[in-house]
Nanobody, 123 residues
């Protein structure tokens, strides 16, 4: 049984930082591209960041470039999203996802999803 479990969300003030974690079980973690997505109320789920199998390849949505970083620890089956300089518009539920078929920002092509963690940024 595959599980992706996110943690680290919370309520913070604008300008603050948070680090999200996502731990996977039931998959060979190093075989999967890992992505972070987010969904605000009434909006589509959107791509935030992805990281390749060994961690050397990353990609980010334009709206987080320079503020967010993504990393992974394959020994811990965990992917991280470091979020700095948070803005109220970053308020969303953040989801991690795993993709076996290579690098892609397209959410519909991801194989497994976590249940999400809420991030709320107050102004």
């Amino acid at each position: 049984q595959v599980q992706l479990v996110e943690s680290g969300g919370g309520l913070v003030q604008a300008g603050s930082s948070l680090r999200l974690s996502c731990t996977a079980s039931g998959i060979r973690f190093s075989d999967y591209v890992m992505g972070w997505f987010r969904q605000a109320p009434g909006k589509e789920r959107e791509f935030v960041a992805l990281i390749g199998w060994s961690g050397t390849i990353t990609d980010f949505a334009n709206f987080v470039k320079g503020r967010f970083t993504i990393s992974r620890d394959n020994t811990k089956n965990t992917v991280y999203l470091q979020m700095n300089s948070l803005k109220p518009e970053d308020t969303s539920v953040y989801y991690c996802a795993a993709r076996s078929a290579g690098l892609s920002a397209e959410k519909l092509t991801y194989d497994y999803w976590g249940r999400g963690t809420q991030v709320t940024v107050s102004s």
